[in-house]
C-alpha cells in the first residue's frame, strides 16, 4: 500500500494540524505530486520518535509548485480509532523544552483580561482552546461552542459537564453534525442536565446496535435507561 508521512515538528504543529485538517477528516501531504487519485493510503504522522497511522484515500493531487501535494480523505473510524488519534494528538510531551512550552501557554493564558479569554475562545488553536477550557471554564463554554473550528472532543468534554448551563447543552444538541458522533451522544446522555426532549434527540440519532447499549450502561440516569427501553420496545 501506498504510504504518506507527515513529519511534524512539535507537538503543537501537530494540534493544529488536527484542529485545521485531522478533525475535518482531511490531510493534505507537501511534496507528494506524483501520486495517482484515488488511491488507498496509509498516512503516517509522525513527531519526533511517535508516529500514528491512518487509512486514507488520494482525492486530490496538485503536481506543481507552488504548493504541490496530495490531499487526502480520511477513512471513516470507529469510536476506538477517534480515541487513538486524540490520544497521539494530545501526548504530554514530558520533556524539559516541551514542559517549558506548557508552561508559557498556560502563564500567558492565566493573565488574560476576560475580553482576551473570549477573543482566544473564538478564535484559537487547538492547545490554546484546551488550556483555555481546563482554566477557565463556565466562562468561555458559550464562546467556544460559537467556534466553527471546535472539534468533536471538545464538544464531547464540554458537553458532559454536569455543570454546563442547560441553553448550551440544547445548543449541542442542535447541532446535528455534532450530533452525528457517538462521543458527543455519550457526554449528552450521561450529562444531568440534558432534558427529556434532549435525551429523546440523542437516542432518535442513534444506530440500533449503539441504542441497545444504553440500558446497560449505569453510567447513564435511570431517565435515559428508560427512554432507551420504551424506544427500543416500539
Not at 54 to 73: M, R, S, T, W, Y
Not at 172 to 196: D, F, K, M, Y
Request: proline share 6%; glycine share 8%.
Amino acid at each position: 500500500m501506498l504510504v504518506l508521512t507527515l513529519s511534524l515538528t512539535d507537538v503543537t504543529a501537530l494540534r493544529e494540524l488536527f484542529d485545521g485538517q485531522l478533525a475535518h477528516g482531511r490531510a493534505f501531504v507537501p511534496d507528494a505530486g506524483d501520486v495517482p487519485v484515488l488511491t488507498p493510503c496509509e498516512l503516517v504522522l509522525q513527531v519526533g520518535d511517535r508516529t500514528h497511522r491512518l487509512d486514507a484515500e488520494v482525492v486530490f493531487v496538485k503536481a506543481e509548485e507552488p504548493g504541490c501535494g496530495a490531499g487526502l480523505q480520511l477513512a471513516p473510524m470507529e469510536e476506538a480509532a477517534r480515541e487513538a488519534l486524540r490520544a497521539f494528538v494530545e501526548f504530554e510531551d514530558l520533556s524539559p523544552s516541551a514542559q517549558g512550552l506548557a508552561r508559557n501557554l498556560q502563564e500567558r493564558i492565566r493573565v488574560l483580561t476576560l475580553v482576551e479569554q473570549q477573543r482566544m475562545a473564538a478564535g484559537g488553536t487547538l492547545s490554546e482552546r484546551v488550556a483555555l477550557e481546563r482554566m477557565y471554564g463556565p466562562s468561555v463554554w458559550e464562546t467556544l461552542l460559537q467556534n466553527p473550528r471546535l472539534t468533536i472532543p471538545e464538544v464531547a468534554r464540554i458537553g458532559r459537564k454536569g455543570s454546563l448551563p442547560r441553553p448550551l447543552v440544547e445548543a449541542i444538541a442542535a447541532n446535528t453534525s455534532w450530533l452525528a458522533a457517538g462521543e458527543v451522544q455519550r457526554a449528552l446522555l450521561s450529562n444531568p442536565r440534558s432534558s427529556s426532549a434532549v435525551v429523546d434527540r440523542v437516542l432518535g440519532r442513534m444506530s440500533r446496535s449503539d441504542l441497545q447499549l444504553v440500558p446497560q450502561q449505569t453510567a447513564y440516569p435511570g431517565a435515559v435507561r428508560q427512554a432507551a427501553k420504551k424506544l427500543l420496545g416500539r
